[in-house]
């Protein structure tokens, strides 16, 4: 039977508001899967929010200042307890935040078909949370297909990677450097990612940092080239082999 392909905007951060609905949820969230940064890229690329504003608190919290860095795969007790007070500095505002933003998301998803009796989606993977999230708005198991996946992605009943299924953790982080290369070259959207939907459930999307330039130009290259590639196999070789 026919059925129809739609490219589904969205992401982690779009799907917060229907995921985040207390200052726990907040915390909790916000307190995990940080990268080796400064306290100032934390709170401006993680949260979102001024870091400015949590000076007069840094010393009480922990913090010697703005600049000090956070581990990102080694936390101590201790360290945990420091990004949660920050997060918790930031929670209300962004949990504020959050529920405006509930409205255009769910408009998103009800226009994009996601409702419908028999859907599929198709990602990169690993865990498939974006799946996860949407079977827990919808009410229902959806069909997730990825280019791999890891054993966090077990949990889910209809779900498939490509390269891997349900692959290790320890496995899993040494061959996804090299799906990195790969993901970041052939799969990234060149419009950037989804933060979040307006009223009228159209997405948003998060100013392109300048280094982003050369990788975007780089992809409309390899993707040219894979087309005009299949193009060419096709014309010369169509006759003889299903492409």
Known sequence: APFEVKYLEVSRTSLMPLIIKTKADVIKHYSSNYRNASLAEFIIQKLGRNPARIIPALKQIGFTSLNQKIKSL????????????????????????????????????????????????????????????????????????????????????????????????????????????????????????????????SPVFDKLQPEEAGRLNANSYTWKGMIDLYLLLKKRFGRDISL
């Open 74 to 201: 080694i936390h101590t007790k201790k360290e945990k307890e420091r990004i949660k007070q920050v997060v918790d500095f930031y929670a209300e505002e962004i949990l504020r935040e959050l529920k405006l933003n509930e409205e255009g998301v769910n408009l998103f998803l009800k226009k994009s078909g996601i409702f419908n009796e028999r859907v599929a989606i198709c990602d990169i993977g690993y865990e498939g949370t974006i799946q996860k999230t949407l079977e827990e708005v919808k009410k229902d198991k959806i069909l997730g297909l990825y280019l791999m996946t890891n054993s966090k992605a077990s949990s889910l009943k209809y779900s498939h990677g490509f390269l891997e299924n349900n692959l290790k953790l320890s496995k899993f982080k040494s061959l996804k450097s090299f799906v990195r290369i790969v993901e970041s070259v052939m799969f990234c959207s060149p419009s950037g990612t989804v933060i979040n939907y307006d009223r009228t459930g």
